[in-house]
């Protein structure tokens, strides 16, 4: 399988930071320079040449899990390339898109969609077919993780306008309130603010 860009080799000394990192990702670079035996400033370089070659994902975000936060995977069949590119881009910029990926089934764009209640993700699901040229081939609802975890960006600063251009307030999915609006968006009812 070709790849766009070749990968930088990891080292053991890579692997073992990796591996610390993901027990303790707030670990401090002398504890993290003693459990690999190495010393900090060469922890502190392997740890800067993993993040700019982009090895590592240094990420925060709210727990799926512990938010009781729903999740399904969806499987699109996006019938034109002019289509697939368009709405690869307006993925890209979802808030509720946690992953997608282009298959070669019929199915050939899957995501991974989550909502903060079942309403909020079959409603968010259910928007996927005002595209053009996109139908829905499969929806596999997965609910709440019982084992590991995934990360939702939050956005506290809130916008007029959702990254794909629509505004909650008009959007009849939020007014007959099947879906809490766009995490981005003034008019999402968060349901974790007091």
């Known amino acids: 399988m070709q790849r766009q860009e070749m990968a930088k080799k990891l080292d053991g000394l890579d692997f073992k930071i990796l591996h610390e990192l993901q027990k303790d990702g707030r670990i401090s670079i ?10 900090r400033p060469t922890v502190t370089n392997r740890l800067k040449q993993l993040v700019n070659n982009g090895q590592i994902i240094i990420s925060g975000g709210l727990s799926l899990k512990s938010a009781g936060y729903k999740m ?10 002019e289509s697939r590119k368009k709405i690869e881009q307006y993925f890209k910029d979802c808030p509720r898109i946690l992953y997608a990926f282009r298959t070669p089934e019929k199915a050939n764009l899957q995501l991974g969609v989550w909502g ?3 309403q909020t993700l079959n409603s968010t699901i259910e928007s996927f077919r ?15 993780p019982i084992y590991g975890d ?7 600063v809130k916008s ?16 007959n309130e099947w879906c809490l609006g766009c995490p981005v968006s003034k008019d999402y009812k968060n349901p974790l603010l007091k």
């Open 30 to 39: 002398t504890d993290l320079a003693g459990k690999v035996k190495s010393s």
């Open 72 to 81: 399904a995977c969806v499987g699109l069949e996006v019938k034109t390339d």
């Open 116 to 118: 903060e209640n079942d």
């Open 130 to 144: 005002d595209h053009q040229d996109v139908d829905i081939v499969y929806t596999h609802y997965l609910g709440t």
């Open 150 to 156: 995934i990360p939702v960006d939050v956005h506290p």
């Open 160 to 175: 007029d306008e959702t990254p794909c251009g629509l505004s909650c307030s008009q959007c009849l999915r939020f007014e």
